[in-house]
């Protein structure tokens, strides 16, 4: 995955170099995690990001798209 580092972060799947695939295991989501799958797909120019949250009571994902995409 070191061929896929955005600056010095990396997301944890990059799917067909189209889809960033960002996991979590907290609580909740918050903004600070919807802010850093914007920043994987504004760096990138893609246009759809999946965040999934594994912890609670059962798994919760959110659709991200990036508008400013040029695809």
Same mark, same amino acid.
């Given at each position: 995955? /070191?061929? /896929? $580092?955005?600056? +010095?972060?990396?997301?944890?799947?990059?799917? /067909? #170099? +189209?889809?960033?695939?960002?996991?979590?295991?907290?609580?909740?989501?918050?903004?600070? #995690?919807?802010?850093?799958?914007?920043?994987?797909? $504004?760096?990138?120019?893609? $246009?759809?990001?999946?965040?999934?949250?594994?912890r609670?009571?059962?798994v919760?994902?959110k659709?991200?798209?990036?508008?400013?995409?040029?695809?």
């Amino acid at each position: 995955m /070191d061929d /896929d $580092k955005i600056g +010095k972060y990396s997301p944890n799947f990059l799917i /067909d #170099h +189209k889809i960033v695939l960002e996991l979590k295991t907290v609580p909740r989501l918050l903004p600070i #995690h919807y802010r850093q799958v914007r920043s994987y797909l $504004k760096t990138n120019n893609l $246009k759809l990001g999946i965040l999934v949250n594994f912890r609670g009571s059962k798994v919760q994902y959110k659709r991200i798209l990036n508008g400013n995409a040029t695809e």
